[in-house]
């Protein structure tokens, strides 16, 4: 009888994940964005022939297909993490449909850049500085004391007309107005 992890291994060994599903993800990536741009309007025999000849090129550069491959399971959980969030919003009646306004754009935004460059340093010896590494208490404890002093200056104002920000306000900002 044959485990479903003996032929993951057998996949291993014939080159799968090394050479193929590359090969596949590149070349339909490619197609895509040809048959989309119509760059050569709407040939497909040439959008194919160049996809799958840029596609191979890329399979044997080993360097490339290694970044590949240890980039994309990083990505693939930073999506499910995603997913599973917008999800729990749209449990808890957040109006996810919406968008996440102007703030929650943002905050994603950059979140999104710090799961890349965590996804990719490994592969391409991404470090952070060693200040960094060594002092993460001291980081988060100053951005938390930014988050607290921004919200106290923002939300008052020097006349006191009453011009506050509330965690309505907030909340409306990085989810959308509730109607």
């Not at 025999?45 to 191979?56: D, Q, R, T, Y």
Request: glycine content about 10%; aromatic content about 14%.
């Amino acid at each position: 009888m044959v485990f479903l992890g003996d032929l993951f291994y057998q996949f291993q060994g014939a080159g799968i994940y090394e050479y193929v599903l590359p090969f596949l993800l590149i070349f339909s990536i490619l197609f895509a964005i040809l048959e989309k741009t119509k760059i050569f309007n709407e040939k497909k025999n040439v959008n194919v022939i160049v996809s799958a000849i840029i596609a191979l090129i890329f399979v044997t550069q080993f360097s490339l297909v290694y970044t590949l491959n240890q980039f994309l399971p990083k990505v693939s959980l930073f999506i499910v993490v995603a997913v599973m969030t917008l999800i729990l919003f749209g449990i808890f009646g957040a109006p996810v449909g919406k968008g996440l306004g102007h703030i929650g754009m943002l905050i994603a935004a950059v979140i999104s850049l710090f799961v890349i460059y965590w996804a990719l340093s490994p592969s391409l010896g991404f470090e952070l500085p060693y200040w960094i590494q060594y002092n993460w208490d001291v980081i988060i404890a100053l951005v938390i004391i930014i988050i607290v002093i921004a919200l106290i200056v923002g939300g008052s104002s020097g006349e006191g007309t009453g011009n506050k920000i509330t965690l309505k306000d907030i909340s409306e900002g990085l989810f959308g107005e509730r109607k």
